[in-house]
């Protein structure tokens, strides 16, 4: 079993930026690929950013481009996401999700274990 544990999301202005953050316990072994999905009121929880163990191979959301910066410290067992330039339509609970094999997914049936998530607001 592999727990994951967000925090650091907030309320911030639009054009802000904040950094939120996964920590895993447990059977850290197994977190392969890693991912930040996200899901706004009233939508389905969407793919946002994911990352191999190595940390060089990532893939992006194409609405969160040039904005986010996925990125882990296997040494710490923790994954990030730095945003910026955010915009009221990033307004969401982002979770953190991590694959027990290496393979690129932007699908969230594709993620084994999951966090509680962390709320992000950005008010304009």
């Known amino acids: 079993q592999v727990q994951l544990l967000e925090s650091g999301g907030g309320l911030v202005q639009a054009a802000g930026s904040l950094r939120p953050s996964c920590a895993a316990t447990g059977r850290t072994g197994s977190t392969y690929a890693m991912a930040w999905l996200r899901q706004a009121p009233g939508k389905v929880r969407e793919f946002v950013a994911q990352i191999r163990r190595g940390g060089g191979s990532t893939v992006y959301a194409d609405s969160v481009k040039g904005r986010f910066t996925i990125s882990r410290d296997n040494a710490k067992n923790t994954m990030y996401l730095q945003l910026n330039t955010l915009k009221l339509e990033d307004t969401a609970v982002y979770y953190c999700?991590?694959?027990?094999?290496?393979?690129?997914?932007?699908?969230?049936?594709?993620?084994?274990?999951w966090g509680q998530g962390t709320q992000v607001t950005v008010s304009s």
């Open positions: 999700a991590t694959k027990t094999d290496s393979g690129r997914s932007i699908y969230t049936g594709d993620y084994t274990y």
